[in-house]
């Protein structure tokens, strides 16, 4: 047993008996990493988040091999459709402690080349604190160590880059799902500033509403939220993030 869920599972050691076929000698190690290893996973919303090490970046036959597996798979098991994503990233981008280039990426059904920005050093760090090996050697040994203070700076670029912009763009925000995903993602950004420690959303949006209880409405729905489901918080999402950006600038780090 991989996870304490049987669907999951069941993806999982397909996918895993699958890339082993498929990339042979270039396969280092395959490891997973986000709420499934901190407890903080929802079967009925959360994504099953996975990275894959590679000797080289993909072949074109590698890569076309990759996109036709992942493809296949999302057909076999509907549920993850669009619910796993994964990152093919050869093993010397690891040296690097800034975002290097571009690396295959799965995500939202789709294969395609995409730039690492500030996550580089936030999945990293939580890869190197709660992964889980899968395959191959432990994370530990390809990546040098990762201060607090990394990921600290890494939020704040992040939230200045990604977030900020978003309070310019209504059609983003009327997406419930975007509102939830918002929401709880702000909520972990502010916890791992303000404390130093980088925790799952669930403790961080928990901590969030005890420290400013303002918010607690709106977080209870975006932790409530499940797929196919309206919100209807655009305006409040819009608040909180001007919120969080007021904080996090008033913070030294």
Known sequence: MITKYKAVDQFLVDYLKQVKQILETNLVGIYLFGSLTY????????????????????????????????????RAYPIWRGRNECSYTPIFMFTSPTPPGDRPYWGESELYMATYGNEWIINNYLL??????????????LCPHIDITQVQSACLQDLKKEWEPKLYDDNWLSDPHYQSYLVLNLCRILHTIKNSQASSKKISSEWVEKTYPQWANLIDQALAWQQGQLMNQSSATKKFLSFIINQVTSTNI
Do not use: A, C, Q, W
């Open 39 to 74: 407890d903080d996973f929802d079967p009925s919303r959360s994504d099953i988040d996975f990275l894959v090490v590679t000797n080289t970046l993909l072949s074109k036959s590698e890569y076309e091999s990759v996109k036709n597996m992942h493809s296949s798979l999302e």
């Open 128 to 141: 190197l604190e709660h992964g889980i090996t899968l395959h191959g050697v432990l994370f530990v040994s």
